[in-house]
Every structure is written in C-alpha cells, then in structure tokens.
C-alpha cells in the first residue's frame, strides 16, 4: 500500500469542543477569546489546550509571540495549508493578517 500523503493529528487525550471561522483580512485577526475560554457549556471555564487550523481562499501571515505580523513578517501561511497549534499561551498571542488582495478564512477546531 502506498503513501497518500495527508497527517496525523495527536490530541494527547484532549477533546475536540470549539470551532469558529475567523477571516482575516488587513487587520489584525485574533482568536476569540469566548473559544479559547468559554464561559458556558460543556467545556464552561475550561481553557483550550490546542487547536487545529485550516486555511482556505488568501494567503496569510501569522504570529505567536504575541506581537502582529504584516505583509512582509511573520509565519507565512498559503491556502490549504492545516496546522495544530498547541498551547493555551501560544494559542492566546496568536495574531494574523492578509497576504495579498483575497482575504483568508481560517476554520478552527478547539481542544479542551
């Protein structure tokens, strides 16, 4: 059988409970912070651990030292890329921005 290519996704026993669609335009986009720490539901005052990121339509670039990135700085990140970012700090400073013309849509699973 061979490679078809695709990841693994590790959750370390967490449990997939958010999701939101940020779209990031030429402002600076951030995570809400109501998924990074609900106030009501299931996962009420829990704070996510990790998260799972998609890109789709622009190109971005992205940050998570806590400063903004711009057109020029900053992790760049191409439509269809996926990422896991994991950590609630790094989660919380996590800062994008719009590469080109399109804006991004990012589609962001949270784990608890």
């Not at 940020?22 to 990790?50: C, I």
């Not at 013309?101 to 589609?107: H, K, M």
Request: charged share 20%; aromatic share 12%.
């Amino acid at each position: 059988m061979g490679w078809f290519g695709g990841f693994t996704l590790e959750t370390y026993n967490r449990i997939p409970g958010g999701y939101e669609e940020v779209t990031v335009g030429a402002g600076v986009a951030v995570l809400s912070s109501s998924k990074l720490k609900p106030t009501s539901g299931p996962f009420s005052r829990m704070m996510a651990r990790a998260a799972l990121l998609s890109l789709e339509e622009g190109d971005i670039r992205f940050r998570i030292d806590g400063s903004s990135p711009a057109t020029s700085s900053g992790h760049y990140f191409s439509s269809g890329d996926v990422l896991v970012i994991s950590g609630n700090q790094a989660l919380r400073q996590f800062k994008a921005v719009k590469v080109a013309e399109a804006n991004g849509t990012l589609r962001v699973t949270y784990f608890y």
